[in-house]
């Protein structure tokens, strides 16, 4: 069972984090395809992007609700789950230098082996909100802690995501140096 605090928490994060990618992805769809078919894991006339964009929506409005939560949850760490496998199989092609699509509007980050194991995380903490929620109603000190968490939560996953995307590629250069 899931306590009312950390279900809102979770719920609210992942609500955030789909509603941003989604919009990112709508705001330039035609780019967003570009990086789709870029995977090479589909045949180039098949254009996926806009369904991948509509589930991210999907997820997002669907965690916000209690009745469509649970499939909104599973639908979400669908996704990202495979997101990590699109990932992983491009890095063992040895194509490093795909954009993730993971970023910002017009933004192009290489994909990296600790975006596989960031989606992989993600996916397990997305899937826990489908589990029974204690019958326990959230009390107003629930709704601000789990408000402010999720603002907290924002700022670190936006942190980690620059660090990291900033970090990783540096020290893989270093240890492929001669």
Same mark, same amino acid.
């Given at each position: ?14 609500? #955030? ?13 035609? #780019? ?92 397990? #903490? ?36 620059? #660090? ?15």
């Amino acid at each position: 069972m899931i306590d009312p605090a950390i279900g809102l928490l979770l719920t609210g994060a992942f609500a #955030l984090l789909f509603a941003t990618a989604a919009f990112h992805k709508f705001r330039d769809l035609a #780019l967003f395809s570009q990086v789709v078919r870029a995977y090479r894991l589909l045949p180039q006339a098949l254009s996926v992007a806009p369904l991948v964009a509509a589930a991210e929506a999907l997820a997002a409005a669907g965690l916000l609700v209690g009745t469509t939560r649970p499939a909104a949850a599973l639908l979400g760490a669908a996704l990202l789950l495979l997101y990590a496998v699109a990932i992983a199989v491009n890095l063992a092609r040895g194509r490093r230098e795909l954009s993730c699509g993971c970023g910002g509007y017009n933004e192009r980050r290489p994909i990296a082996g600790w975006m596989v194991a960031r989606n992989m995380v993600l996916a397990v #903490l997305l899937a826990a909100i489908a589990l029974p929620w204690s019958a326990r109603p959230p009390q107003t000190v629930d709704l601000l802690t789990a408000g402010a968490g999720v603002a907290v939560a924002g700022l670190l996953y936006m942190s980690l995501d620059r #660090l990291l995307g900033r970090i990783m590629p540096r020290t893989a250069a270093w240890e492929s140096a001669p």
